[in-house]
Nanobody, 115 residues
């Protein structure tokens, strides 16, 4: 069992930055692939960025060059640095830990970008 707690969301103006963090507990963090997903009202939950247990990363096209995902296995955390934020980045952001067949989710943190 893995427990995930996100933090760092908030309200920011377009062009600003936020850093989201996800703290993990309950299992061996380093073996999980970690991801950030987001869900805007009325829309499906989509992948934003992912980092594998080996450190490989991939990003949604809409955030490439603006967002950076990183992990600290010693601290059991995964972070998402978000720069040059746009109003369309507004959503609830969720942390995910994945190792088949298990997948765990945090409760989400709201990010609102004003124009």
């Amino acid at each position: 069992q893995v427990q995930l707690v996100e933090s760092g969301g908030g309200l920011v103006q377009a062009g600003g930055s936020l850093r989201l963090s996800c703290a993990s507990s309950g299992s061996i963090f380093s073996i999980y692939d970690m991801g950030w997903y987001r869900q805007a009202p009325g829309k499906q939950r989509d992948l934003v960025a992912r980092i594998t247990s080996g450190g490989r990363t991939n990003y949604a096209d809409s955030v490439k060059g603006r967002f950076t995902i990183s992990r600290d296995n010693a601290k059991n955390t995964v972070s998402l640095q978000m720069n040059s934020l746009k109003p369309e980045d507004t959503a609830v952001y969720y942390c995910n830990a994945d190792r088949a067949p298990f997948s765990y989710w945090g409760q989400g943190t709201q990010v609102t970008v004003s124009s």
